[in-house]
Nanobody, 123 residues
Framework: QVQMVESGGGLVQAGGSLRLSCAASGRTFSTYSRGWFRQAPGKEREFVAGINRSGYTNYADSVKGRFTISRDNAKNTVYLQMNSLKPEDTAVYYC?????????????????WGQGTQVTVSS
């Protein structure tokens, strides 16, 4: 059974940092593209960052220069380093995985999801 478990969320003041992790089990995701999404109350799930099997990355404009996605295939884990956090970054953060190299920004194109981790940034 495939499982993806996010961790590392919490409460932080504006300007602070957090590092999210998403550990997968049940299959190897080394050939999959991995993505981070977030969903704030009353809003749709939105793309934050993605990394494909070759290490190519892309980011939402709102987080460029502040967030960094990385992966460790040996650990089947993807990370999201979040710096210079803002109150508008407050959301539940989800990791997803999809087959192939294309870094889709559409949640519906991802095959696997974690349960999410809450990130709250206070002003």
């Amino acid at each position: 059974q495939v499982q993806m478990v996010e961790s590392g969320g919490g409460l932080v003041q504006a300007g602070g940092s957090l590092r999210l992790s998403c550990a997968a089990s049940g299959r190897t995701f080394s050939t999959y593209s991995r993505g981070w999404f977030r969903q704030a109350p009353g809003k749709e799930r939105e793309f934050v960052a993605g990394i494909n099997r070759s290490g190519y990355t892309n980011y939402a404009d709102s987080v460029k220069g502040r967030f960094t996605i990385s992966r460790d295939n040996a650990k089947n884990t993807v990370y999201l380093q979040m710096n210079s956090l803002k109150p508008e970054d407050t959301a539940v953060y989800y990791c997803g995985a999809r087959g192939g190299s294309f870094l889709s920004h559409e949640p519906k194109e991802y095959d696997y999801w974690g349960q999410g981790t809450q990130v709250t940034v206070s002003s």
